[in-house]
């Protein structure tokens, strides 16, 4: 079974923090994903990464960074968290090779809230 | 862009049919899925239809797939309280890693 975690499943950090949400996925999937979840919104891609130190911008990745140093892990950071960015938070991993329809294996999520 | 469209709420009776549907505006669409949330929980994937399919049956799941009019459907036969959940419609774009996801749909299961 594919097994995608996430570094916390609950964090509650102050406005100008600096945020790390860690995934790790264990089936040597090529693609990561970073979503935020958000009532009435579904999900919302916020960046992804094809490759080890390759990363794409989604649709909403203003006040976020990402990196992806090994391919197993792909970290989200949030520079300097604002209360616009309490929400939940999804990992989702995939494989890239022919054959597999490149379904999505999520994480439990982490819900993140700023004071 | 992309953009994918469902209903947000859907009330069944236990023992109905259930039907969730789905548009989409991407004609290019390769893969389309249906992903089920739980409450507090990541989405898994529940099927896939490949985009030159019109059905697919998996069990108690019936996936209707209309090009023409970009729209795809989800029908669990005999819903069950343990589907209560959000499902969330998904398509993705041939050539791109990225899967745009719908809003999702809060299905109530009345027992």
């Known amino acids: 079974d594919v097994k995608v975690t996430q570094s916390s499943r609950y964090l509650v950090k102050r406005t100008g923090e600096k945020v790390f949400l860690e995934c790790v996925q264990d089936?040597?999937?090529?693609?990561m994903f970073w979503y935020r979840q958000d009532p009435g919104l579904g999900l919302r891609l916020i960046y992804f990464s094809y490759d080890v130190k390759m990363k794409e911008k989604g649709d909403i990745p203003e006040g976020y960074s990402v990196s992806r140093e090994k391919k197993e892990r792909f970290s989200l950071i949030l520079e300097s968290a604002s209360t616009n960015q309490t929400s939940m938070y999804l990992c989702?991993?995939?494989?890239?090779?022919?054959?597999?329809?490149?379904?999505?294996?999520f994480g439990p999520g982490t819900r993140l809230l700023v004071l | 862009g992309e953009d994918v469209e469902q209903s947000l709420f859907l009330s069944v009776r236990e023992g109905d049919s259930s039907v969730i549907n789905c548009t989409y505006t991407d004609s290019s669409s390769t893969y389309l899925y249906w992903y089920k949330q739980e409450p507090g929980a990541g989405l898994q994937l529940l099927t896939y239809?490949?985009?030159?399919?019109d059905m697919k049956q998996d069990q108690r799941l019936t996936v209707l797939l209309n090009k023409k009019d970009k729209h795809l459907s989800l029908r669990i036969a005999d819903t069950q309280t343990g589907d209560s959940a959000i499902y969330f419609c998904a398509e993705k774009a041939g050539g791109y890693q990225k899967v745009t996801f719908g809003t999702g749909t809060k299905l109530q299961v009345i027992p």
């Open positions: 089936m040597d999937h090529e693609n």
């Open positions: 239809i490949f985009s030159n399919m």
């Open positions: 989702a991993s995939s494989s890239a090779l022919a054959g597999s329809q490149e379904t999505q294996y």
